[in-house]
Structure formats: C-alpha cells, structure tokens
C-alpha cells in the first residue's frame, strides 16, 4: 500500500452544502411518492378484501399502516435535515 502525504486524510472531504441539499430534496421527492403509491396500494387492497381471510385483510391493513407512518417519520426526518442545512 503506497504511503500517503502528510496531510492527506482517508476521511472524505466534507460535502458540499449544495449537493446535500440536493440530495436531501432527491430524497424527499422518493419518500414522498412511495407515501403516495403505498396509500393507493392500501387504497387498492379493498378490491380484494371479499377474497382474503379477515386476518390476512386486518393483517395487510397493519402493514400498510407501519410502512406509511415509517415513510412520514423518515420524511419529517427529511424535512429537518433540510431545515438544518438552509440555517447554516
């Protein structure tokens, strides 16, 4: 492994303020639509309750319900990192 200069780091340089926001609006933009596509799918799930067990119904609407109220805490998550950046 070759030596490195005295004042080279391997830790990598600190980002730029601008290309994190980006990233954190890329972020938010992804998280916002699997929001949205989740809620029509939880929507969508009642078109075939008729066809499923009640558990599995119940069990289905749970699980739909944890993914959106993950994805809204990640979002808000977001939002602050957001807000953090823009008072630096």
Do not use: C, H, Y
Not at 6 to 24: K, R, V, Y
Not at 52 to 80: C, H, M, N, Q, Y
């Amino acid at each position: 492994m070759p030596d490195l200069p005295a004042n080279s780091s391997s830790a990598p340089a600190a980002a730029d303020p601008w290309e994190s926001d980006t990233l954190l609006r890329e972020a938010r933009a992804k998280a916002q639509r699997l929001i949205d596509s989740l809620m029509a799918q939880s929507r969508d799930m009642d078109r075939f309750a008729a066809t499923l067990a009640p558990d599995r119904v119940e069990a289905g609407r749970r699980a739909f319900a944890d993914a959106i109220e993950s994805t809204r805490l990640t979002l808000a998550g977001i939002d602050r990192a957001l807000e953090l950046s823009r008072s630096d």
